[in-house]
Nanobody, 128 residues
């Protein structure tokens, strides 16, 4: 069982940066690939980025490439999402998710069904 708690959201102006954190409970955090998703008002939840259990492999949605960076610190049981050059269309609730990869080094997990555990989300609002 893994429990995930996101933090770091807030209200910022366009062009600003934010770093989201997702703290995980449990002793096997390093066994899990991690992902970030978001849900904007009136829209379905969409994939943002993912990272392999080791942190070596990452994968991004095309619209986030170059602006967002996912990373993890297995010693702290935490995954991060650095978001730069934020736009009003980035306004959403951001969720982290965990998938037990059973040793796989892949980071290519891009759908909600790929993940076993979810956090409650953190709100990011970008004003123009």
């Amino acid at each position: 069982q893994v429990q995930l708690v996101e933090s770091g959201g807030g209200l910022v102006q366009a062009g600003s940066s934010l770093r989201l954190s997702c703290a995980a409970s449990g002793r096997t955090f390093s066994s899990y690939a991690m992902g970030w998703f978001r849900r904007a008002p009136g829209k379905e939840r969409e994939f943002v980025a993912s990272i392999s259990w080791s942190g070596v492999s990452t994968y991004y949605a095309d619209s986030m490439k170059g602006r967002f960076t996912i990373s993890r610190d297995n010693a702290k049981n935490t995954v991060y999402l650095q978001m730069n050059s934020l736009k009003p269309e980035d306004t959403a609730v951001y969720y982290c998710a965990a998938r037990n990869t059973y040793g796989s080094s892949s980071a290519y997990y891009t759908t909600s069904n790929d993940y076993d555990y979810w956090g409650q989300g953190t709100q990011v609002t970008v004003s123009s």
